[in-house]
Nanobody, 119 residues
Framework: QVQLVESGGGLVQPGGSLRLSCAAS????????MGWYRQAPGKQRELVAR???????NYADAVKGRFTISRDNAKAAVNLQMNSLKPEDTAVYYC?????????????WGQGTQVTVSS
């Protein structure tokens, strides 16, 4: 059974920082790309940051220079360090694991963690 469990969300003031973590189980973690997505009320889910199994990263333009994604293969965990947070970063943040196996894509999601940026 695959589980992705997020933690670290909460309420923070503008300009503050939060660190999200996602613990994975039930998958061969090293073989998966890991990503963080977010969904704000009334908006579609969007990619925030992604890190491949080889460690390559990509970020949404809106978070470049402020957010950093990292993975710890030994702990089967992926983290998102969020600095200089803005009210527009308020959303539910979801952890994602994906990989291709031949023509099949394996795609798993966590339950989400709320991040609220407000004074």
């Amino acid at each position: 059974q695959v589980q992705l469990v997020e933690s670290g969300g909460g309420l923070v003031q503008p300009g503050g920082s939060l660190r999200l973590s996602c613990a994975a189980s039930g998958i061969k973690f090293n073989s998966y790309a890991m990503g963080w997505y977010r969904q704000a009320p009334g908006k579609q889910r969007e990619l925030v940051a992604r890190i491949t199994s080889a460690g390559s990263t990509n970020y949404a333009d809106a978070v470049k220079g402020r957010f950093t994604i990292s993975r710890d293969n030994a702990k089967a965990a992926v983290n998102l360090q969020m600095n200089s947070l803005k009210p527009e970063d308020t959303a539910v943040y979801y952890c994602n694991a994906d990989r291709w196996w031949g023509v099949n894509k394996y795609d798993y999601w966590g339950q989400g963690t709320q991040v609220t940026v407000s004074s």
